[in-house]
C-alpha cells in the first residue's frame, strides 16, 4: 500500500507565494511520473503541473510562469512552488503518483489534498 500525504498549503495574499510538498510512503517499487491537480469550489479537477521520473515537466496554461514542480527521487517528493498567486489559483490541490510494481502492474495515488487560498 502506498499513502501520499501533502503539505504547505493555507492563505496567501494575491501575488504572494507558497511550497508545496508531496511525501510517498509505503510499498514503493517505482514511482513513474509525479504530478499535482487542483479542484476550485463548482469546478472539475484539473491538471496544474506533472514531472516524469527523468525530470520532463508539463504545465497548464494558466500557471506557466508561475508555478514550478520538482522531485527529489531519493525522498520520493514532489514538490509545487507557486509564485504570482492569484485568487483564481484558489483551489484545494491534490498530489497525484503514477505507481508500477515488480510485476508491471500500474496504479495511480491520490493525496488527501491541501487547500490554498489566496485572497486579500
Known amino acids: 500500500q502506498v499513502q501520499l500525504v501533502e503539505s504547505g498549503g493555507g492563505p496567501v495574499q494575491p501575488g504572494g507565494s507558497l511550497r508545496l510538498s508531496c511525501a510517498a510512503s509505503?510499498?514503493?517499487?517505482?514511482?513513474?511520473?509525479m504530478g499535482w491537480y487542483r479542484q476550485a469550489p463548482g469546478k472539475e479537477r484539473e491538471l496544474v503541473a506533472v514531472?516524469?521520473?527523468?525530470?520532463?515537466?508539463n504545465y497548464a496554461d494558466s500557471v506557466k510562469g508561475r508555478f514550478t514542480i520538482s522531485r527529489d527521487n531519493a525522498k520520493n517528493t514532489v514538490y509545487l512552488q507557486m509564485n504570482s498567486l492569484k485568487p483564481e489559483d484558489t483551489a484545494v490541490y491534490y498530489c497525484?503518483?503514477?505507481?508500477?510494481?515488480?510485476?508491471?502492474?500500474?496504479?495511480?495515488?491520490w493525496g488527501q489534498g491541501t487547500l490554498v487560498t489566496a485572497s486579500s
Open positions: 497525484n503518483a503514477q505507481m508500477q510494481t515488480p510485476f508491471n502492474n500500474f496504479f495511480e495515488v
Open positions: 509505503g510499498s514503493i517499487f517505482r514511482i513513474n511520473s
Open positions: 514531472i516524469s521520473s527523468d525530470g520532463n515537466t
